[in-house]
Each structure stands twice: as structure tokens, then as C-alpha cells.
């Protein structure tokens, strides 16, 4: 599309849109992403409410806008060019509550809501079960798209219901056992956004709970890195671990460019040194070869990658 048409959309979206809906254009995706990386987005925006979203939808499925609904950024790659067309995050507050449902065992969070605030949420309210989320990045939405999880628990296994909007607008209340999902994948939405889900708890003692999470948050304080990165960036091939194959290649510290195998974990891949995703997308395709070719392996990315070269 030439600059003029870009102007001419970006122009006309914001007009349809109310004070309360932040927009940025031209928005570089490097200060939305957990890896610090990427290219700018066209138009970037943060509904304020469903009627919000439901605009922007339209508005992009009218004219051919390619449209990309991006969570906390903690599980991307996005290329150096950018994306083309609307980048849309449910951060808004109106998004991100969260509340313990009908007195129960039962919490009803937004998904906006990351998924430390909603382990700390169930926490205060001595709510267990959650626990595992305390050291997750990213937001519900996300983590549903992904079936995010840690220490043995997936997300999709705490869901009791999905509150979901469809690319045509329509909202639908969709029970959990509705929903297949598998490790680190639940194709359900990839053509439906989450706005809430509810979520199945026990009830325990706060003190417990909060021993559980330091005790998980010190497991990855001790195994995970903290540099910029976006997670794990392999899955698990079935019957191994990504992170102890690419460690048995002496492959921890290896780099392309400013990117950059962690030294701590080797299915991290850091942003050392200002990196690109250039140099990232290369270290994951020397990494995926080399455990082809040495370990007869093949790795799969968990990392979502989108967007243009540059
Ligand atoms: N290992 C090594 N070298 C390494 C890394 C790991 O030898 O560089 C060994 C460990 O010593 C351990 C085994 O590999 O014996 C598994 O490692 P770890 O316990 O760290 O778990 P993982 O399978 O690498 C998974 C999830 C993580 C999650 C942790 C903790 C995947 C791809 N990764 O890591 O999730 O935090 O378990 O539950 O499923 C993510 O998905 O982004 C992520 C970080």
C-alpha cells in the first residue's frame, strides 16, 4: 500500500474512534514487545470498551485492513519492517479486571489482565490453583491463544468459560470443555478474541499460596533469564527438552549479531546487544539445523512470528 492510502485509512480510523481508545501511528513494536524488538505497526490501538473493538473490526474487514490482536508482546517476534495494517491490544483497563465471581470459586478476569496480576489477585482472595501463572509473562488473552502454562499446568486446564468475540462481532459465553486445546497451541483462537474468561480456583490459605509462587518464582529466577527475551523459543519436541538439547550442543552464549542463546537457559533467546529480529530469526534457524543435523530433532518454534522484513 503507498504511504498516501496508509495516511488515508489511519486518517479515517481515527475519526470513527472515541477520546477514551488510545492510538499511536507508525508505532514501533520494539517498546511493545517483551524481546525489545521490532519494526513499526501502521496503526496501533488500545479499545476502551467491546463497541470500541467492535469498530476497529469492522472498520479494517471493510476496506481489506489486515488486522493483528497482540497480548503483552511476550511470546513475539516481530520482523523489522513492522506490520502492515491495524495492531490491536486489549491492555485498556476496561479489559484488565478482575474479580472473584459470585462469591466463588470462580474468578472472572479480563483479558487484558496479565497473568501475574491474576495469580496475585487469587492469592489475596485465598484462592488456589493459580499459582503456576505467578511467573508467565503476558496477558490472559494471550495466554489463552497459546495455551500458555509452567510447571505442569496449562492455562486451558483452569478455564471454566470463555467470554469470545467473533471477527464478525458477535459475542458468545463458551465452556472450557468446549475448547480443544493442546501444548502450547489452542487454534480456537485464531479467529475469535478473548474478552474475559472465568476461572476455576480452590480455596487454601493465603500464606501457602504465597509460599507455592515465591517457591516457583525462585525455580526461575535460578533457571530462566531476565534479559529481554520472548520466552522459550522452541517447543518441547515430545520425549525431550528443547533447552537440554541446545545446551548439549555447546550452544549456550552462541550468537548472531546482538542476539544472542542465554548462558542460564539455552531455549532462551536474548536481546543482548540491540539486536534485530534479523539476527534473532537467523540464531533460531542455525539452532533448528544444528539439532537436525546433530541430534536428528526437529525443533518447532513456540515464538509467534509476524510482520515484514525490513
Ligand atoms: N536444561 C538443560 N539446559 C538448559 C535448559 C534446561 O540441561 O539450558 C534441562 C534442565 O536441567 C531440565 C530440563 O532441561 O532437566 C527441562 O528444563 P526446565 O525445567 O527449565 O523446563 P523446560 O522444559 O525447558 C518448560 C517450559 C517453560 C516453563 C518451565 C517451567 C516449554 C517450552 N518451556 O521449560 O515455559 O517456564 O518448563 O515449568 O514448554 C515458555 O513456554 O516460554 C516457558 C518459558
Same mark, same amino acid.
Given at each position: 500500500?503507498?504511504?498516501?492510502? $496508509? ?5 479515517? +480510523? ?35 470498551? $467491546? ?24 511470546? +513475539? ?16 483497563? =476496561? =479489559? ?24 496475585? =489477585? ?47 462481532? %458477535? +459475542? ?32 487454601? %490459605?493465603? #500464606? ?5 509462587? $515465591? ?38 552464549? =552462541? ?20 539486536? $534485530?529480529?534479523?539476527?534473532? +530469526? ?8 544444528? %539439532? ?7 525443533? #518447532?518454534?513456540?515464538?509467534?512470528? %509476524?510482520?515484514?522484513?525490513?
Amino acid at each position: 500500500m503507498q504511504k498516501t492510502e $496508509t495516511k488515508k485509512w489511519q486518517d479515517e +480510523l481515527e475519526e470513527n474512534l472515541s477520546p477514551e481508545t488510545v492510538r499511536k501511528r507508525d508505532y514501533p513494536m520494539k517498546k511493545l514487545t517483551t524481546l525489545r524488538i521490532g519494526g513499526p505497526a501502521d496503526f496501533y490501538v488500545e479499545p476502551s470498551c $467491546t463497541d470500541e473493538l467492535r469498530k476497529i473490526l469492522s472498520y479494517c474487514a471493510g476496506r481489506g485492513i489486515p488486522f493483528f490482536l497482540l497480548g503483552r508482546g511476550s511470546n +513475539l517476534v516481530v520482523r523489522d519492517g513492522g506490520i502492515r495494517g491495524g495492531v490491536c491490544s486489549l491492555r485498556h483497563s =476496561f =479489559f484488565s479486571q478482575t474479580e472473584v465471581k459470585n462469591g466463588r470459586l470462580l474468578i472472572h478476569a479480563g483479558a487484558g489482565a496479565t497473568l501475574r496480576q491474576i495469580a496475585q =489477585f487469587a492469592q489475596a482472595n485465598a484462592l488456589a490453583g493459580l499459582e503456576f501463572m505467578e511467573g508467565i509473562p503476558g496477558s490472559l488473552g494471550g495466554g489463552l491463544r497459546m495455551n500458555a502454562g509452567a510447571y505442569k499446568s496449562s492455562l486451558m486446564d483452569v478455564v471454566e468459560s470463555v467470554s469470545v468475540l467473533g471477527l464478525d462481532g %458477535v +459475542l458468545e459465553e463458551v465452556p472450557g470443555e468446549n475448547i480443544q486445546a493442546d501444548y502450547r497451541c489452542c487454534t480456537f483462537f485464531e479467529n475469535k478474541i478473548a474478552l474475559s474468561a472465568v476461572l476455576r480456583a480452590y480455596s487454601g %490459605v493465603p #500464606e501457602q499460596i504465597r509460599e507455592r509462587m $515465591t517457591e516457583m518464582r525462585d525455580i526461575r529466577l535460578k533457571t530462566q533469564t531476565q534479559s529481554p527475551s520472548a520466552g522459550c523459543a522452541f517447543k518441547n519436541p515430545p520425549g525431550h527438552s528443547a533447552g537440554r538439547l541446545i545446551d548439549s550442543l555447546g550452544m549456550k552464549g =552462541f550468537s548472531v549479531g546482538g542476539a544472542q542463546v542465554s548462558d542460564k537457559h539455552a531455549n532462551f533467546l536474548i536481546n543482548k546487544n540491540n539486536a $534485530t529480529s534479523q539476527n534473532i +530469526l537467523e540464531l533460531i534457524q542455525i539452532i533448528q539445523e544444528r %539439532v537436525l543435523a546433530e541430534c536428528g530433532v526437529s525443533l #518447532e518454534t513456540e515464538v509467534m512470528i %509476524v510482520g515484514e522484513d525490513a
